[in-house]
């Protein structure tokens, strides 16, 4: 018997998050599905991030054990002939039979996607939330500071969880903007005023250890609400310290995030 | 009786290309249909740019002519309402009525993506070509730069193309790499052996004064190959004095290839 950990990317666009359910296509459904076809043996993967529905990953990971001889760096390789393109192995390899992908320690990285700009990019629309309406990164920025280090963040946890603590320890929070670019300069006979049609992908990239449930949405919609100007960048200080959702911004769309990776410690 | 110019962005994956066709889908189709519609006349676009199916847009242009009062800065606005979500109109103005999105001097910036990886990564396989085969960005680079300038482009034309002349005059090609972070560290109990799952991204940015029927794919398909260490760089010197499409690289695939933005001059 063995454990094989497995590093998995997928577009979460078509699947009803990563978690089985009666009824939805999930990404744990598909995986178990695969990999005892593949390795004739009922096999159930643990997931390190249950992400919800219409999520992405990069660098999700699962383990699971198997009898197979077939080595665990091969896995990969065979499990991606008949996995659908928007399920993807980036790795396979053995881990000790006491490694636990959510009790080990780890640090995970989010990213969340607003473009923003007059009209929508399809080709931005399924892996950035949308707005017209206009952001300050630099107050997303400096507010985005108060987060960092070890805090009760209740004030970002959907109220349904049920959690023994909702202190958790952000290690960062950056936001930077990549330009988008699609410009109409001035027509030489009299056409486009030359209006600059750019639009910005804005990026909020959180690594911390262990994430509560909603949490990087709830911080990416209250980032927005400040850099709107709708609430103060120095608020940010009082929101945590209310330990209440209401004072904390909504739920950021699940499209606009992306678990990126995860790093054993 | 005015003429309205369309920046138009789109997804390309779903469509049979830009061109009305018998059969299929096309972006074409769907502007006439959907502005027809919108304005009560019957309405046909003149494109700037006919993309091949697959093909993606930030900011492809297209002209028609319209008898409707509804100001030519609110037709956007109005006709996004209508659009399918993988197309999207960034802006729409009156432009004179001589103006001719194709006769009308111009400089078109076009992206080709190749995602390079040992495994293809979900959130990026629309939009990206990939490949698991490395690649030496300063190879491309460096070759690229002999593209600059007037050049007979015999080489890089799908030979069906039909054309009084095949020289054209490329501004400049900028080759770089963006990296795409999926990473699994050490893991603390003896797993991940740490090594570095992230996979890269080429992006040829590429800017000319019009362009032959499949030539940015076969520039790309051209330089693939230099990336890979199969032509060598100064090869492309003769591959464009050759003036055979035999002696170029092939055409590299669709979906990689986005039209970023077309500057009148």
Redesign the interface.
Known sequence: MKRV?L?V???GTNYHGWQIQPNGKTIEGILNRCLSELLGEHIEVTGASRTDSGV?A??N?AVFDTESSIPAEKI?YAL?RSLP???????S?E??P??HPRH??S?K?YEYRIYC???????K???SHFTYVPMDIDLMSQSAQYLVGEHDFKSFCSTEAQVETTVRQIDSVQVWEER??????????????G?D?AGKEIVIRVTGRGFLYNMVRIIAGTLMEIGRGHIAPQEMERIIAAKDRQAAGPTAPACGL?L??????
Do not use: W
Request: net charge negative.
């Open positions: 950990m590093t990317a997928y577009d992405h990069m660098g990971v990969s991606n393109e928007d399920i993807r192995i980036q790795k390899e881990v000790s006491e490694f080990c320690a640090r990285t700009a007059p009209f929508p990019m399809p080709v629309r399924l892996y988008v670019k699609s410009r109409m300069e001035d027509c030489g006979d009299g056409g486009a005023e209006v049609q992306t990126v990776k995860i790093e054993y410690l």
